[in-house]
């Protein structure tokens, strides 16, 4: 399991969606919640990486360490990435991030059938010089901003 995950880290940092594509199941889950994406299915996962790595060109990633149990697999690493474009509605200053990232994989047949990525959307925001509640309302709507910038009362009871 692990040497597939690292196959496809390898294959990411290269920005090589084809050979990103050969580890993939046909059933395929892409998720990554900071973005609040999700990709099914070949041709979807195909589209979300080549959609990726035009807003992050210089991408790569280093597994650090992993946990496995049973069909899953769970790694922790690091990834360097520059936010380019305005995908996100932001004018990015250019510099390359540096994050800690985590990664839930599932598999099936011998493949990757599911990768759940995960890394801290603020902090990208805040290495590329860009607001994240410029990039969330592009990403999520106002609404979605709104409600995570909302003061909470407390319930009496």
Known sequence: MFELAQALASAKSRQDVPAAMELFHRDMVLDAPAFGTRAQGRAANEGALTGFFASFPDYQVALEGHAADGDALVCWGTVKMTMTGDRFGVHPNGRRAELPVFIQF??????????????????????????TDAVRRKLFGAAAVAASTAEIEPIHR
Not at 108 to 123: N, Q, T, V
């Open 106 to 131: 599932a598999f099936k047949d011998g493949l990757i059938a599911g990768e759940r990525f995960f890394f801290d959307l603020s902090e990208l925001c805040a290495q590329s010089g860009v607001s």
